[in-house]
């Protein structure tokens, strides 16, 4: 329950942050990214872990109920747009508008290559634990995420900006974006051990199937 909270709230903090655009300099490239990247890698880190844990069937149902979250989210966005602001409002409908009714486009995007990158990730991760007969932990983890999310990167980035931006600067923002994810990807590494860890010693799951094997 807890990982599935975490999943949604991170997930529906992408959408509601999306529409700012950010540099982040990491010393040897300066990215330009939208906001929402940020918590995204989050969400593939938990999926990696239920999938680990729990197996593809119950992470597929997490990932579908997080995408049922973020509709409902939209919906009472869509309400709060409905009903005109007072006059004193810190909020006015201009600002509420501006931030939340006109990033449809952006926000459809973003769960469009949600629901499929997901999904992916689900597969491969599985399909590289099969492959690797359950041992190097991090192959299915980073190799599992590295393809879902350049899945997700070129979805939503083409989505957005295709007829809005030239070719040139909608492959750099793909290139930042996947690159990025890629490096927070392979910096969660040791918080993916040390959570899998944890649960099995937790639960005492037992799996011979499973073992950990660096």
């Known amino acids: 329950m807890l990982l599935s909270a975490l ?117 491969l991760f599985h399909f590289w634990k099969r492959l690797t007969q359950g041992r190097m932990l991090w192959v299915r983890n980073n190799f599992s995420t590295i393809f879902s999310q350049l899945v997700d990167t070129i979805m939503v980035v083409s989505i957005i900006f295709i007829g809005r931006e030239d070719f040139s600067t909608i492959t750099q923002y793909i290139i930042d974006g996947w690159l990025f994810k890629v490096i927070i990807a392979a910096l969660d590494t040791p918080f993916f051990y040390a959570a899998v860890f944890w649960y099995r010693n937790k639960y005492a799951i037992s799996d011979s199937n499973q073992e950990v094997d660096f």
């Open 7 to 123: 999943f949604i709230s991170a997930l529906i903090t992408c959408n509601l942050i999306a529409n700012k655009f950010i540099t982040i300099d990491l010393g040897f490239k300066q990215f330009v990214i939208s906001a929402g990247v940020l918590p995204y890698p989050i969400t593939f880190l938990i999926t990696d872990i239920l999938s680990e844990i729990y197996g593809k069937k119950k992470t597929q149902e997490v990932v579908v109920v997080g995408f049922a979250a973020a509709i409902f989210t939209l919906l009472i966005l869509a309400l709060g747009a409905w009903f005109d602001a007072i006059p004193n409002s810190v909020v006015s409908d201009e600002v509420y508008n501006q931030v939340f009714k006109n990033s449809w486009r952006l926000i459809g995007a973003s769960m469009a290559a949600y629901i499929v990158a997901q999904l992916v990730d689900v597969k």
